[in-house]
């Protein structure tokens, strides 16, 4: 018995080991990417290809690359390539050469549009957004980050296409055109964009919430301590400590229309 006890006690003690050691590493990592002082991009493999430079790129795709010198891509470049500044777009669709020899064709060349890897490269903290318990399904290959970002446009955090004054839920808009469309009695958080409560890439709460609680509402809708009720909250001249101990504020029978209501002005349905 002392014998598997020890045992036991033995792999629990390797296994937290090994648990530090991972943590270290990744520390180190994460350091060493924001304090080294040269570029450590690298870019897709594309086997027997080699790097051709931007001006090739411009000969055929002429509408993107008019836009892409004002994009934040176009500052991206990596060690060792034989066009030094000329890099851009071959740091996201790997080296040109056997997608020009080709005539162009699909075969040859990486599509961040279709695969997020070459995203995720450089977007390590977005991937690890997507990998929890609630988040957009990109890594599930049901989108892709070209749905919601323009990457060769000036503004990367609007969709390609767009007018330059798009309104701020434009992106969300694309697919979420019930939670977006006017309403008699709106929700003013929408004016300042759908990310004031919800966080595109993923949360720990259910529908890419920012907090899982009442307290995501409580950020905005100031709440005071009402006279000879101790202990009590009040929000718009309205006693809310019973209504907030049964729950969040749009699953206790209230505000159930969060996104607007064409019959309530307290956004109920």
Known sequence: MRRQLGSAAGARFAQTLLAAAAGVAVVSFLVSCASVDRVVVRPPDIPGASFVGNAACADCHSNLVQQFPLSPHARVHFEGASLAGQTSCEACHGPGSLHMASGGGRQNIINPGKDPVACLACHKDI?????????????????NCVQCHDPHGRD??????????????????????????????????????????????GTVGAKLLLERDANLCLKCHAQTPGPGAAGDIYIGKVAHGAYLRQGTCWSAGCHSAVHGSNLNPRLRY
């Open 127 to 143: 991937e690890m957004e997507f990998r929890l318990s609630s988040h957009h399904p990109v890594l599930e290959g049901k989108m």
């Open 156 to 201: 990367i955090m609007k969709t390609a296409g767009g007018l330059a004054m798009a309104r701020v839920n434009q992106q969300c808009a694309a697919c979420h055109q019930e939670q977006s469309k006017p309403h008699v009695f709106e929700h003013e958080a929408l004016r300042e964009g759908c990310t004031v409560c919800h966080r595109p890439h």
